[in-house]
């Protein structure tokens, strides 16, 4: 007999989402919390440790780049906001500047942190592939729950549902969280860009562009198509503005053509 699985929470009412632009290669970390229980979560904390908690825990030093929140304490206190408890690390995929500065994070919260298994390989060289880039970072992370695909995670009150999608990395996911009367969001990492994909001839990952283009026809475009993206580098998009203009992946690329090129 075959068994369905029942979501656990509901979609979020008016969730308060922060984006920081991090590190050198400006990649998107996300914070996500739930305004009523003060839950939260940050997706591909990757850099910059120390501004992420300074802001979480206290609005001290350099806020997000982009925000449906609060600005300062004292506009959260006005909206009787409940103080931030982070609960879980959760990351897209695992190149170092998603997941190089893991382990600070890790220390000061004492929390899981969830990565695809299919990743783990590509995780255990997020250190030498820093220095590539003349960064010093700690020892790489390790997970310590795996991210399941098609499966709704419970994070506290905030509830997750992880696409597998691969093809910049093996074990790269989408991560789509559900709104009450209001668009979706789904945080991509590095699957889809505003016009553009993921590479695929990054050494060691797994890349390939036909997979990619699977990956996001298959499990991106079935999304409502006001579904806000948030990918790891550029501008917000949405699910049907890329699908109808990626010169890639989007109709705009031709039936079964992929546009112009495989990388981004």
């Known amino acids: ?3 369905l699985f029942v979501r656990k929470a509901m979609p979020l009412s008016n969730p308060w989402i922060e ?3 991090v590190g050198p290669l ?3 970390c996300s914070v996500v919390t739930d305004r009523e229980t003060g839950d939260t979560i940050i997706i591909d904390g990757g850099d910059e440790p120390q501004r992420l908690i300074g802001w979480i825990d206290s609005f001290v030093g350099q806020g997000p780049d982009w925000s449906t929140g609060p ?3 004292e506009e959260a206190k006005q909206n009787n906001l409940p103080k931030r408890r982070v609960v879980a690390l959760v990351n897209t995929h695992a190149h170092f500047d998603h997941s190089g500065f ?3 994070l890790k220390e000061h919260y004492d929390v899981d942190w969830f990565l695809h298994p299919d ?3 590509l995780q255990t060289l997020a250190q030498k592939s820093g220095l590539r ?3 010093q970072l700690p020892n790489p992370a390790e997970a310590d729950k795996a991210l399941e695909a098609s499966k709704w995670h419970d994070f506290g009150s905030i509830s997750l549902q992880v696409l597998h999608t691969p093809g910049h990395t093996l074990g790269g996911c989408c991560l789509l969280i559900e709104v009450e009367d209001a668009p979706n969001h789904v945080f991509v990492g590095d699957t889809l860009f505003a016009g553009s994909v993921g590479r695929t001839d990054i ?3 797994g890349g390939d562009f036909e997979l990619l283009a699977s990956s996001i026809h298959t499990q991106l475009w079935p999304l409502e198509l006001d579904t806000v993206v948030h990918p790891g580098h550029g501008p917000l998009t949405t699910i049907g503005h890329e699908r109808a203009s990626n010169p890639f992946v989007g109709d705009a690329a031709g039936s079964g053509v992929y546009g112009f090129g495989k990388y981004a």
Do not use: A, E, W
Request: with cysteine; proline share 8%.
């Open 1 to 3: 007999m075959k068994v």
């Open 19 to 21: 984006n920081f632009f």
């Open 26 to 28: 400006q990649m998107r």
């Open 71 to 73: 600005s300062c304490i």
């Open 102 to 104: 893991i382990p600070v």
């Open 119 to 121: 990743d783990t390989m």
């Open 133 to 135: 880039y003349g960064l």
């Open 203 to 205: 050494p060691h990952s």
